[in-house]
């Protein structure tokens, strides 16, 4: 029992020394606790960052914690007096967090306040790319940062980015060369700083395609001799390689940097020969382009035709070959069998006026080509027929009333008067509105040319009589040339004797049983003209003879004209200017 007492009064005194003990050891709060200046951090180039505090007099621990981090971590030991600390381990795009906290510190109200940043240090804008030259690239920093030192250029070589070179900010463009052609290349950039390199740009590729040449032209200068020429599909320019096929072989011909023709004057004759050219640059060149062929064949010409003016000239036209000739022989033929050589001409002439025919006579014509080797092909003839002067008019005999005399068997036709105005260059008149004859002027039809006042017909005699070499019948000012042997307007005395020689059974006249409402077309009545037709009716004719008051005689009457007022010669008389659709004129000759 004793013992007990003495055990329990022992474990009483040992817990009395134990608690005043540890009491003894916790340090007692004397005053106001000052916690560690607060820090402010600011970023600085090339991913480091500045921390400063105001000057203490304690020893104090900065400590640094990273976006990614749960706990602050010792960064470095600050003696008393420091203010400020620069960090060069800080990684790019990262928040990051500073604080004081004293060396030996008791309570958490001691520690600093915190102060946070971010280094910004972004990947660049994707590269702009421009093609300079078939091999070669100009890389382009669009944008630069701030804390950068210099943008790394990066090339994709074998499926991995490689270093390729460097540009300082004060530049923006990289020229990247002597890379082989035909594919794709692919770029990205990096900043760089001081100590530390960016991430990537989003990346950007260009074609180095070498297109072949387009437009591959093959032009014959002779029998023997071929120019080719080409494009290019873009500015970039490159050697040019031509490649000739023959039966002789296959040969290659290298021209110098910007040539776009070349010429083959050894070209076989009878033989089909291949042309291609491509682009050469380096070691690389493009696909030949599309071949073209030469098949030289001596060819005669095309198209062989004479002009439709019947005058006192045949004027031949011709197509050349496909190849050409070196020479062309026009000859001529009155039988079809032998033929006479008019002319020789040189390759690019194609085209011959004959000034040797004779009226009323027919002529076969055609062309022969010649070749450098004398080889020679003949064109297929055609015939052109000289018509005499008179085609067209009826003879009206003297029989004791005066000289004989050719007279127009129709009035003048619209077909007539179109090839005129074409020749002088002057529009044709009015558009009479006749019902049926719509655009009456734009077909040559047989139809009377009508619309057409004194003076338009004296001026059409003119240009008839000197397209068939015959004398002009009026002065400029409308008078009547004494000795003429050209083309003029009947007289009313001459009128009147060839209504002996007329055929006309049923005149065109108002209300005449002919089936006609207006003028009517001769070929719809005959083919062929043995008598003077329409001397009265269909429409009134110019004369030569005046009138009182300055006016012109009109004799015949028209459609328009009823046939009661028609017994005689139906007679009136207008200005020289008046124009009507029921107004015409024919044409008359004394001495053809």
């Given amino acids: 029992m004793v013992q007990m007492r003495t055990c329990a009064g022992l474990f009483v005194v040992l817990g009395i020394l134990v608690a005043g003990y540890a009491v003894a050891t916790v340090p007692k709060r004397k005053g106001k606790i000052i916690p560690a200046p607060a820090v402010i951090a600011r970023a600085m180039p090339d991913c480091n960052v500045q921390v ?151 990346s950007d590729s260009i074609l180095l395609n070498l297109d072949p040449p387009v437009g591959l032209l093959l032009t014959d200068v002779d029998d023997h001799t071929v120019r080719l020429s080409w494009e290019s599909a873009s500015e970039l320019a490159a050697a040019s390689e031509v490649e000739k096929r023959s039966v002789d072989g296959v040969f290659r011909y290298r021209l110098s940097k910007g040539t776009s023709t070349w010429t083959d004057s050894e070209r076989r004759a009878g033989a089909i020969t291949l042309y291609s050219v491509r682009f050469i640059c380096n070691e690389d060149s493009s696909d030949f382009s599309r071949p073209v062929s030469s098949d030289f064949i001596l060819e005669p010409v095309t198209g062989l035709a004479a002009d439709s003016i019947h005058d006192l000239a045949v004027r031949l036209a011709w197509s050349p070959p496909r190849h050409n000739a070196t020479s062309y022989v026009v000859e001529r033929s009155t039988d079809s069998l032998s033929y006479a050589s008019l002319a020789v001409l040189p390759a690019g002439v194609h085209e011959y006026a004959d000034t040797t025919v004779s009226r009323g006579q027919r002529y076969f014509y055609r062309v022969r080509s010649l070749a450098r080797d004398g080889t020679m ?39 007539q008067y179109v090839a005129f105005c074409h020749a002088t260059r002057r529009e044709p008149p009015p558009d009479p509105g006749f019902s049926g004859y719509v655009n009456y002027w734009t077909r040559p039809t047989q139809c009377p040319a009508v619309n057409v006042s004194w003076k338009d017909a004296l001026q059409f005699c003119n240009w008839r009589s000197t397209i068939v070499g015959l004398q002009t019948a009026y002065d400029s000012l409308g008078n009547a040339i004494s000795g003429s042997n050209g083309f003029r307007l009947p007289s009313r005395e001459l009128y009147w004797r060839a209504w002996a020689c007329r055929s006309d059974s049923v005149s065109n006249l108002l209300d005449a049983d002919d089936g006609w409402e207006t003028v009517c077309c001769a070929p719809m009545i005959e083919a062929d003209f043995p008598h003077v037709r329409h001397l009265k009716g269909n429409v009134w004719e110019w004369v030569e003879d005046m009138v009182e008051d300055s006016a012109r005689m009109v004799l015949g009457g028209s459609y328009c004209t009823p046939s009661n007022l028609a017994n005689a010669i139906p007679e009136f008389c207008y200005r020289e200017e008046y124009r009507s659709p029921s107004l015409g004129f024919r044409c008359v000759l004394y001495n053809p």
């Fill in 52 to 202: 400063s505090w105001p000057r203490t007099n304690r020893i104090v621990v900065l400590e640094r914690k990273l976006g990614n981090e749960t706990l602050f971590s010792p960064l470095e030991v600050m003696d008393t007096g420091t203010s400020h600390y620069i960090d060069s381990t800080v990684p790019a795009n990262q928040i990051v967090v500073y604080r004081l906290v004293p060396q030996h510190f008791q309570y958490l109200s001691e520690i600093g306040k915190e102060a946070g940043t971010m280094v910004s240090f972004p990947a660049p804008p994707a590269p702009s790319l421009r093609r300079v030259a078939v091999d070669s690239v100009v890389v382009t920093v669009s944008a630069w940062h701030e804390f950068a030192l210099a943008a790394i250029i990066e090339r994709r070589i074998h499926g991995v980015y490689a270093e390729i070179g460097r540009i300082p900010p004060k530049e923006t463009e990289f020229l990247d060369g002597g890379m082989s052609v035909g594919g794709y290349q692919r770029y990205r950039l990096r900043y760089q700083g001081s100590t530390y390199v960016g991430p990537p740009s989003a």
């Fill in 377 to 415: 092909v003949f064109s297929k003839p055609i015939v052109e027929s000289i018509p005499s002067v008179t085609r067209g008019m009826v003879l009206v005999s003297g029989e004791g009333q005066g000289a004989s005399f050719y007279m127009d068997a129709l009035e003048v036709t619209v077909e």
